[in-house]
């Protein structure tokens, strides 16, 4: 262990499985006491008990502003600080702007946008006296955009640039709290391989098997929330942070 985020308080939402497992499972072995929030109470719990002392599980819808302002005031009255947030919890949902409807749309909109504002809103409170870094979860739809996908890349792009907002407010106001954002391509998570073609390998996807796949491993995303956690990233602040393999800047 390196201890790269030794003595810091992280918070991840949607931290029960794929990428919010993998990020409190690093994050953990690189010192930092990590807060598990989930809806899944069971694989959220099991989570912090294999992660042992420096693991808690808090049952979280992360959509609920009642739930933020319990989620920050147990973490407030647990550690007296919260250095990182990564606001992880989203859905996946396909539909092109002709076969979406208003509810599904609302859903998305809720669950992956209005989760990181009230994210964003409620940890800046915790974070402004000593600093920290927030971390939130968008996709390269929301900068490429996927018209198979609207209301998830719309969600998207909204967390993208309030992201950008975040960053920049906290800056002129001394606060010493950046706010980046993730946009993976695909990456191999319950979610997302629930959208395969029945029988087709997930494997066969990845830039492992193919440098021409788009697939990535949960453990690639936490990487990149280890390093923006981190002092490492101290200067780095409004990015957007591609993890796809070039995917992007090939269909440019």
Same mark, same amino acid.
């Given at each position: 262990?390196?201890?790269?985020?030794?003595?810091?308080?992280?918070?991840?939402?949607?931290?029960?499985?794929?990428?919010?497992?993998?990020?409190?499972?690093?994050?953990?072995?690189?010192?930092?006491?990590?807060? $598990?929030?989930?809806?899944? =109470?069971?694989s !959220?719990?099991?989570? @912090?008990?294999e992660?042992?002392? *420096? %693991?808690?599980?808090?049952?979280?819808?992360?959509?609920?502003?009642?739930?933020?302002?319990?989620?920050?005031?147990?973490?407030?009255?647990h550690?007296?600080?919260?250095?990182?947030?990564?606001?992880?919890?989203?859905?996946?949902?396909?539909?092109?702007?002709?076969?979406?409807?208003?509810?599904?749309?609302?859903?998305?909109?809720? $669950?992956?946008?209005?989760? =990181?504002?009230? !994210?964003?809103?409620? @940890?800046?409170?915790?974070?402004? *006296? %000593?600093?920290?870094?927030?971390?939130?979860?968008?996709s390269?739809?929301?900068?490429?955009?996927?018209?198979?996908?609207?209301?998830?890349?719309?969600?998207?792009?909204?967390?993208?640039?309030?992201?950008?907002?975040?960053?920049?407010?906290?800056?002129?106001?001394?606060?010493?709290?950046?706010?980046?954002?993730?946009?993976?391509?695909?990456?191999?998570?319950?979610?997302?391989?629930?959208?395969?073609?029945p029988?087709?390998?997930?494997?066969?996807?990845?830039?492992?098997?193919?440098?021409?796949?788009?697939?990535?491993l949960?453990?690639?995303?936490?990487?990149?929330?280890?390093?923006?956690?981190?002092?490492?990233?101290?200067?780095?602040?409004?990015?957007?942070?591609?993890?796809?393999?070039?995917?992007f800047?090939?269909?440019?």
């Open positions: 262990m390196s201890a790269r985020v030794k003595g810091k308080v992280a918070l991840i939402t949607g931290g029960a499985s794929g990428v919010g497992r993998a990020s409190a499972l690093l994050l953990a072995r690189e010192g930092a006491r990590v807060v $598990i929030s989930d809806i899944d =109470v069971a !959220g719990r099991a989570l @912090a008990e992660i042992g002392p *420096q %693991g808690l599980f808090i049952e979280q819808d992360a959509a609920s502003e009642a739930d933020w302002a319990r989620v920050i005031q147990t973490i407030g009255e550690y007296g600080q919260l250095d990182i947030l990564f606001n992880n919890a989203g859905i996946l949902l396909k539909g092109d702007i002709e076969n979406t409807s208003l509810s599904d749309w609302q859903r998305v909109q809720r $669950i992956n946008s209005d989760s =990181v504002f009230l !994210g964003c809103r409620a @940890a800046i409170g915790l974070m402004k *006296q %000593g600093g920290g870094s927030i971390i939130n979860m968008s390269i739809a929301g900068v490429a955009g996927r018209d198979d996908y609207a209301a998830y890349s719309a969600s998207k792009g909204a967390v993208a640039a309030l992201s950008r907002t975040v960053a920049v407010m906290c800056r002129r106001r001394k606060y010493r709290i950046r706010c980046n954002s993730l946009h993976p391509d695909g990456i191999l998570t319950p979610m997302t391989t629930a959208t395969l073609p029988g087709l390998d997930p494997w066969s996807l990845t830039i492992d098997a193919d440098p021409m796949g788009r697939m990535c949960p453990e690639d995303v936490a990487a990149s929330v280890l390093f923006l956690a981190s002092d490492e990233s101290r200067a780095i602040n409004g990015i957007e942070l591609r993890i796809d393999s070039g995917q800047v090939m269909s440019i």
